[in-house]
């Protein structure tokens, strides 16, 4: 039986072994065979290296913010499409599945806070946080619970997100939603918000997101920039960044990609970056040591075809963990 806790704020779900499944093999191989299920939110405190799944089913943030709903659905499908995948991580790393925080009525606020506070305790006790979504929106929850572990420490945090949005739209009637993260992580903490966008899409930004970006400092790269033919730049561009800062949070919203590769999210563009230059990214951030936290965000399974966007989203993960961790 998967128990749900309900509170005020927010459901959490804990983790069914049933959603990872995958090839049978004598010996383990794949990532179904090693991820342990962990109830409660008891965040493990063994000394080797962990990673933290949590799944954030929820899309509200997409609604308010006129989206197409169905990104409640994607974690579970994540988790499953990741379970089939070979395992390369090595013994050494414990993979923990804590389940899912989700939201209770249309309470996004307060399943945030839950968020936040479920990440400060990831962060504090030695996991890499990987997050799946449900809507962008998570991302000011998941910013928010690292800045206020890493803000007391005197660390600098970094955020790069690849997407085709700033994310820095203003709340609606003085509410959050899923184009509004970075606008409100700039908003709580603007002697601390260090952001780079990579893959912007002009036709998906007004100017006036254009003029909140130069506001905020943010940093850039148009979707044409974000090729690899261009790559000596882009390498250029990330390293900077990197070098500014001291810990790196990495936010990938799935509709950043062209549609030929990403057609089940709630925003699609067939003027997207490609795979290719996004992995060529992910293998530059991992191999800095600077990146501490993961989310995958805006997979739709309702407009996917044949799970290509949601390999995708596992694939993104398993990449950029292994070369964290390998």
Request: positive net charge.
């Given at each position: 039986m998967i128990l749900k806790i309900e509170s005020r704020m927010a459901i959490h779900t804990n983790p069914n072994p049933e959603n990872w499944v995958g090839r049978k093999s004598e010996n383990p191989e794949y990532w179904h065979q090693f991820v342990q299920c962990i109830s409660d939110l008891k965040f493990s405190q063994e000394s080797r290296k962990k990673i933290g799944?949590?799944?954030?089913?929820?899309?509200?943030?997409?609604?308010?913010?006129?989206?197409?709903?169905?990104?409640?659905?994607a974690p579970n499908l994540i988790r499953n499409l990741l379970g089939n995948t070979a395992f390369h991580l090595g013994e050494n790393v414990s993979i923990n599945d804590y389940g899912d925080i989700?939201?209770?009525?249309?309470?996004?606020?307060?399943?945030?806070?839950?968020?936040?506070?479920?990440?400060?305790?990831?962060?504090?006790?030695?996991?890499?946080?990987?997050?799946?979504?449900?809507?962008?929106?998570?991302?000011?929850?998941?910013?928010?619970?690292?800045?206020?572990?890493?803000?007391?420490?005197?660390?600098?945090?970094?955020?790069?997100?690849?997407?085709?949005?700033f994310d820095l739209r203003p709340l609606v009637n003085g509410k959050g939603h899923s184009g509004s993260p970075f606008f409100q992580l700039s908003e709580e903490f603007p002697n601390?918000?260090?952001?780079?966008?990579?893959?912007?899409?002009?036709?998906?930004?007004?100017?006036?997101?254009?003029?909140?970006?130069?506001?905020?400092?943010?940093?850039?790269?148009?979707?044409?920039?974000?090729?690899?033919?261009?790559?000596?730049?882009?390498?250029?561009?990330?390293?900077?960044?990197l070098d500014s800062v001291n810990k790196v949070y990495l936010s990938i919203d799935l509709d950043g990609f062209?549609?030929?590769?990403?057609?089940?999210?709630?925003?699609?563009?067939?003027?997207?970056?490609?795979?290719?230059?996004?992995?060529?990214?992910?293998?530059?951030?991992?191999?800095?040591?600077k990146l501490i936290s993961l989310d995958v965000v805006e997979l739709n399974p309702r407009f996917d075809q044949d799970n290509a966007t949601a390999r995708l989203a596992a694939r993104c993960v398993e990449y950029i963990l292994r070369k964290v961790f390998v």
């Open positions: 799944i949590l799944g954030y089913p929820v899309e509200e943030g997409v609604r308010r913010n006129q989206g197409r709903p169905g990104t409640k659905e989700s939201i209770r009525e249309k309470e996004l606020e307060t399943v945030q806070q839950k968020v936040s506070e479920a990440m400060k305790g990831l962060i504090q006790s030695k996991h890499f946080p990987v997050l799946f979504g449900g809507g962008h929106d998570l991302a000011y929850a998941h910013g928010k619970g690292l800045l206020n572990h890493l803000i007391p420490k005197g660390e600098k945090l970094g955020i790069i997100n690849l997407d085709a949005h601390d918000f260090h952001y780079l966008a990579l893959g912007i899409q002009r036709a998906a930004n007004p100017v006036s997101l254009f003029q909140k970006a130069k506001e905020v400092n943010a940093k850039y790269l148009l979707m044409e920039q974000f090729r690899l033919h261009n790559w000596e730049y882009i390498e250029e561009q990330i390293i900077w960044f062209s549609s030929a590769f990403a057609p089940g999210v709630s925003a699609p563009s067939p003027m997207g970056f490609s795979p290719q230059i996004a992995f060529k990214a992910f293998e530059l951030i991992a191999k800095s040591k």
